[in-house]
């Protein structure tokens, strides 16, 4: 595998995630808050977004306000379930590729999304890295992470039952490939990349087992729903929404371009003459082969000759 010095990739292929976790896991709360939190940060309207993590696509009809929308995902199986909830048009384009790869030329996208993505990411800075330069000045990034300075971790931690502790910056990995973040760090990131933040939203305030099973989702929801804008002021929740505004260019940096081709470069070689071949696009450059199958454009590995 041409690895690329790449961090290692947390790989959904072939999961039954949507249906276990989301459909059949008493997520219903979760769901429900994040659609709360995604209509108050997200613009009316919009050109181009690109959904990270797309996974089988629970979240993209919320990003309709948006003209197109490349979903994408590193699992082509969990794309496959997308495609079958969101159906093949020239709204939706979707991409199997790394996050720390992105096949996107740079200030392309005017909307970013990454929900529930960055906490399997062994070198955040680095994939942030690559979200902002595929942005176009102005673009909007809604960042959802995990949050390691949480009420639990704090008193867990007080309480001397866990050893790490949620006070300070760097990333805990939990579970192997599985991070939680301190919000000072993600800020601090996204600042360093020249994003400001203009909007911090806190959710899951209730995510405690016996609350969900006793009190009724809908006031679960109606609670975390107005809870969700103390987030301005601190952030002691589970999960964590920030909206990020990529500093405004000189004039003239945005690129614009209609046709699905010219929003990918090569991802080994950074060329962005790429060649539709029907069943794959080739690189100019380099002439590395990207398959196109069934609607699923696969920039992770090239098709081998
Ligand atoms: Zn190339």
Known sequence: MDTKNSPPVCNYEGSDYQTSFW???GRQ???RTEAIALKRLLPKSGRLMLELGAGAGRNTSRYAGFDRIVVLDYS???LEQAQERLGQSDKYIYVAA????LPFIDDLFDGATMIRVLHHMADAPKALRQIKNVMASGGIFILEFANKLNLKAILRY???RQKWSPFTLEPVEFVELNFDFHPDAVQNWL???GFSIERILTLSHFRVGFLK?????????FFDSIFQWTGAWWQYTPSVFMKAVRAKQEAGSVKRTLSVLGYFKCPDCGGSALV???DYLECSSCKKRWEFKEGIYDFREPIKN
């Not at 790394?98 to 790869?101: A, F, G, I, K, L």
Request: glycine letters at 10%; zero cysteines.
């Open 213 to 221: 099973r006793f009190v009724p989702t809908g006031i679960l929801v």
């Open 23 to 25: 459909d059949q896991g």
């Open 29 to 31: 709360y979760e769901d």
């Open 276 to 278: 539709d071949k029907t």
């Open 191 to 193: 600042k360093e990349l």
């Open 158 to 160: 007080l309480l001397g």
């Open 76 to 78: 082509r199986t969990q």
């Open 98 to 101: 790394d996050v720390y790869r």
